[in-house]
Antibody, heavy 124, light 108 residues
Framework: QLQLQESGPGLVKPSETLSLTCSVSGGSVSSPSYYWGWIRQPPGKGLEWIAIIYFSGSTFYNPSLESRVTLSVDTSKNHFSLKLTSVTAADTATYFC????????????????WGQGTLVTVSS | EIVLTQSPGTLSLSPGERATLSCRASQFISSSYLAWYQQKVGQAPRLLIKATTSRARGTPDRFSGSGSGTDFTLSISRLEPEDFAVYYCQQYGSLPLTFGGGTKVEIK
């Protein structure tokens, strides 16, 4: 059974860089059938898609965050990572990683499963 | 960007009643590329429905999805106590991927 686990600092100072890693077990990030993604949820609010990455390193970013986001994948460690630069209080959220199904034509589809999420607070 | 509007914001119902949740898109969603998720307090979202009508593994058959184009519906035929949660729709017809704002199904 595939499991995903987010890890990283729970507190980041304004203007600094938020860095999170998602460790995958019970499956491989090198699978050609999936993308690997990040979604966030501010406290008490809805879900926002951040970005996804393929094992080859191909990425798709949400235009609203693209200038500040970088995704990477490490197939040897079976994990993928998120970096978000120049954070502000508006970036305070629970960050989820998830596996995303990929169609045969390469279309990103639904997210399943999700990690449990990690709360990141931006504050000095 | 396709904006998804979910209604109502909150649905107050009793166990055993039927729930009907709406997800309306600002643009046509190609190939009915829409999914539904359930999120309980303090938990990650869980996939319920993919491709508008297809139940994910483990989703009880009291959950059903329907719709096309710009109008989609999640129905729960008879609410069980464990169904009281927040439900989100997500489109994957075009990038950026987007989610609706959610509908909370609460106990009346």
């Amino acid at each position: 059974q595939l499991q995903l686990q987010e890890s990283g600092p729970g507190l980041v100072k304004p203007s600094e860089t938020l860095s999170l890693t998602c460790s995958v077990s019970g499956g491989s990030v090198s699978s050609p059938s999936y993308y690997w993604g990040w979604i966030r949820q501010p406290p008490g609010k809805g879900l926002e898609w951040i970005a996804i990455i393929y094992f080859s390193g191909s990425t798709f970013y949400n235009p609203s965050l693209e200038s500040r986001v970088t995704l990477s994948v490490d197939t040897s460690k079976n994990h993928f990572s998120l970096k978000l630069t120049s954070v502000t209080a508006a970036d305070t959220a629970t960050y989820f990683c998830a596996r995303q199904s990929r169609s045969i034509t390469g279309t990103p589809e639904w997210f399943d499963p999700w990690g449990q999420g990690t709360l990141v607070t931006v504050s000095s | 960007e396709i904006v998804l509007t979910q209604s109502p914001g909150t649905l107050s119902l009793s166990p055993g009643e039927r729930a009907t949740l709406s997800c309306r898109a600002s643009q046509f969603i190609s190939s009915s590329y829409l999914a539904w998720y359930q999120q309980k307090v303090g938990q990650a979202p869980r996939l319920l429905i993919k491709a508008t009508t297809s139940r994910a593994r483990g989703t009880p058959d009291r959950f059903s999805g329907s719709g096309s184009g710009t109008d989609f519906t999640l129905s729960i035929s008879r609410l069980e106590p464990e169904d009281f949660a927040v439900y989100y729709c997500q489109q994957y017809g075009s990038l950026p991927l987007t989610f609706g704002g959610g509908t909370k199904v609460e106990i009346k």
